[in-house]
Nanobody
C-alpha cells in the first residue's frame, strides 16, 4: 500500500504561483508503472483531474483546459511528486489531492487510483 501526503497549499493572490508536493511512502516500486495523478475539488463541484506523471519515465498528461499553467514533475530519490501552478486564478481555489495507481488504467478517472492523500487547501484571492 502506498501512503501519500500533500503539502505546499495555502492562500495566494491571483497571479501568483504555488508548488504543491506529494510525498509517497510505503510499498511501491517506481519502476513498476506507478503513476501519480493530481485532482482537485472546488467548492460545490465534482473532483476533477488536473495532471499526472509517471514515476519511471516522467511522462506527463494534463487536462485540456489547463492553459499551460500546470506542470507536474517528480524527484524519484525523494519519492516526491510536484505540481507547479502558475498565474493562479480565483477559480483554482479547491482542495487538491494526489493519488497513485499502477498503469494501465484511465488516468483521468479517480476510480482507477489505488491510494489517495488527504488533500490540501489552495485558496486564491482576487
Amino acid at each position: 500500500q502506498v501512503q501519500l501526503v500533500e503539502s505546499g497549499g495555502g492562500l495566494v493572490q491571483a497571479g501568483g504561483s504555488l508548488r504543491l508536493s506529494c510525498t509517497a511512502s510505503g510499498r511501491f516500486d517506481i519502476n513498476h508503472d506507478w503513476l501519480t495523478g493530481w485532482f482537485r475539488r472546488a467548492p460545490g463541484k465534482e473532483r476533477d483531474f488536473v495532471a499526472s506523471i509517471k514515476w519511471s519515465t516522467g511522462g506527463t498528461y494534463y487536462r485540456d483546459s489547463g492553459e499551460g499553467r500546470f506542470t507536474a514533475s517528480r524527484d524519484n530519490a525523494k519519492n516526491i511528486v510536484y505540481l507547479q501552478i502558475n498565474n493562479l486564478k480565483p477559480e483554482d481555489t479547491a482542495v487538491y489531492y494526489c493519488a497513485a495507481g499502477r498503469t494501465p488504467f484511465n488516468i483521468i478517472e479517480a476510480a482507477g487510483y489505488e491510494s489517495w492523500g488527504p488533500g490540501i487547501q489552495v485558496t486564491v484571492s482576487s
